[in-house]
């Protein structure tokens, strides 16, 4: 227990029991949809981050694990009557298997190089699944994508007639993967990979298994993010390859993180938070006129952060509060000071 409070802050516990507390006063259901999509973002933001952020890891394909939860579950829940509970675990494993596959050649790749093999990993599985449609003899749909059946709604299932039972769930799924980062953070595996990416060969040579570590993280990156997948499809009820698969939604993964923040516990989540919503409006307000506006803007504050600000929007919002509190206990001593 005493473990188990080093990664939890006071703080943090408000903040979900305030999470909690939006699915029960909040009954339209556009406004949950939203809330249920921004946190599903966080979670998967929070997930790319642990390969991303803290091994230093710049994926841009991410949403091949994404697609292979969805894919993985939705099948073995329509053609083999598998719960969605039990899908995506078994989704997550296959996800993670098949990262640690790929990122043990791809890991040897240095800057662009890697990044590029994502993109392309990405690329390929997408127009694979479009252009079948069996894959090891389950149906997929190829280009047309898989519609999961409505049955009638239970727990079971993961299907809900009350939007709420839905942002129940996210919201447990992102307090366990922000608290499995904020372990990993603290600890060994977190001061190695903080170390991996600070300068990889001067950890090697001291001694710290560079390609391990850079697996064990992208296992663990892999597993949440298709369990994300997994609740996806349960959530919409259907799997566009161009979308569950597609290289826009790496992209935004990748920017949700760094915008936030990437290697910090909270980055994501802070970015999932200012720019689901923008990414929401502009689809409203703008429809297929600008289809392609949402990643313009994506890639303008990219550019902006990664400049200006490259360590991320919540390093320096926690920077200036330390300063502005600084500054006021010191006034507060002060003054204090003068009236004895």
């Known amino acids: 227990m005493a473990a188990l409070k080093k990664y939890i802050n006071i703080r943090y516990v408000v903040l979900f029991a305030l999470l909690l507390l939006v699915p029960l006063f909040v009954t339209d259901n556009y406004l949950i949809q939203s809330f249920i999509m921004i946190l599903l973002y966080a979670y998967w933001a929070s997930s790319w981050n642990i390969i991303g952020g803290y091994a230093g890891q710049m994926s841009i394909g991410h949403a091949t694990f994404v697609g292979i939860g969805a894919y993985v579950s939705t099948v073995l829940f329509i053609q083999m009557n598998i719960s969605p509970w039990i899908g995506m675990l078994i989704g997550a494993f296959i996800s993670a298997i098949f990262g640690v596959l790929v990122g043990y050649p791809t890991f040897k ?20 699944i479009l252009s079948k449609d069996t894959v090891f003899g389950f149906e997929t749909g190829g280009p047309l994508g898989i519609k999961v059946p409505w049955r009638g709604g239970s727990f079971a299932d993961m299907q809900f007639l009350e939007k709420k039972y839905y942002a129940f769930i996210i919201i447990g799924m992102l307090a366990v993967v922000l608290l499995v980062s904020s372990y990993i953070k603290h600890s060994k595996t977190g001061y190695y990979l903080a170390a991996i990416t600070t300068n990889q060969q001067a950890a090697s040579s001291l001694g710290v298994d560079v390609t391990y570590y850079k697996l064990k993280a992208q296992f663990i ?69 600008m289809a392609g506006l949402p990643l313009v803007i994506y890639g303008l504050v990219l550019m902006l952060i990664v400049y200006y600000l490259p360590r ?11 300063k502005l509190f600084h500054k006021k206990a010191a006034v507060t001593a002060k003054v204090g000071a003068e009236n004895e």
């Open 312 to 322: 991320g929007l919540l390093y320096n919002i926690q920077a200036l509060l330390k």
């Open 109 to 128: 790749l240095k800057g662009v190089y890697y990044t590029l093999s994502t993109m392309a990993l990405v690329n390929v599985v997408r127009l694979y």
């Open 221 to 289: 990156s892999c597993f949440f993010t298709a369990i994300g997948g997994s609740f996806y499809a349960q959530l919409i009820l259907f799997l566009d390859p161009n979308r569950i698969l597609g290289y826009d939604l790496s992209v935004e993964l990748t920017v949700l993180a760094m915008v936030g923040g990437s290697s910090t516990v909270f980055g994501p989540v802070l970015g999932a938070f200012l720019l689901v919503p923008v990414n929401e409006w502009c689809r409203i307000n703008l429809g297929a006129r």
